[in-house]
């Protein structure tokens, strides 16, 4: 199959060789846009998995977690370089504004984190003035938590954390698809005994608020 200036010939002439495009060369199959390969038959996808069948599947599975650990990496860089505030941070904001006032034992109870983690973010937005501590007045024991007019600000603009992203497109996947994805990634944890890793359900690169009881 010949091609000139990056694009595909057109789909009658394709269609009478079909064979010979779907086990061509990546760069002939992909050498132009995919759109019209969808009128000689099959789906994008099958066209596509030529190019992706070239990797072995553990290189696949390594390339997979590779792009996941990207996009965690770029994300907490934008929230730290933009509006200097960590992952963490950013989520127990959300809580608090969501759920407020509440104590730093709720917070923790809320976000997956321990107690004394928790105290530590607190103390850096309180520093950022992104939050106040308040005494109940009926039981001095007790410490509210409560966010400020900059911390509400703050949140309204800042991105959403990226395992919120995450879960609404699994909620928008069948059950069954969902449980898949679930499974294999908990598959992959065992195959690289990390079972024993305690982490929680914050995606955030690096974070020094949580302190590393694995190593």
């Known amino acids: ?72 990496e770029v994300h907490s860089r934008k929230l730290a370089s933009s509006y200097n505030v960590t992952g963490h941070q950013l989520v127990c904001l959300l809580t608090i504004q969501e759920k407020g006032p509440l104590t730093a034992t709720a917070i923790a109870s809320e976000i997956h984190l321990s107690p004394s983690t928790v105290v530590g973010i607190l103390d850096r937005l ?43 497109a699994l909620l928008n996947l069948p059950e069954l698809e969902q449980d898949t994805i679930a499974l294999s990634l908990e598959k992959i944890v065992d195959l690289m005994e990390a079972g024993q890793i305690e982490a929680p359900p914050i995606l955030e690169a690096g974070s020094r608020e949580i302190p590393d009881k694995n190593a």
């Open 1 to 72: 199959m010949s091609m000139k200036n990056n694009s595909f010939e057109p789909a009658s002439r394709l269609s009478k060789d079909k064979k010979g495009l779907t086990s061509g060369s990546p760069d002939t199959v992909f050498g132009g846009s995919l759109e019209p390969l969808a009128e000689v038959g099959g789906t994008l996808q099958e066209f596509a998995g030529v190019k992706a069948t070239r990797l072995r599947p553990d290189l696949r599975v390594l390339q997979s977690l590779r792009r996941i650990i990207r996009a965690v």
């Open 126 to 168: 309180e520093e950022k003035k992104l939050i106040q501590r308040k005494r109940d007045e009926k039981d001095r024991r007790q410490v509210h938590v409560i966010i400020t007019d900059i911390g509400r600000e703050l949140v309204e603009q800042a991105p959403s954390p990226l395992q919120e992203k995450l879960a609404q």
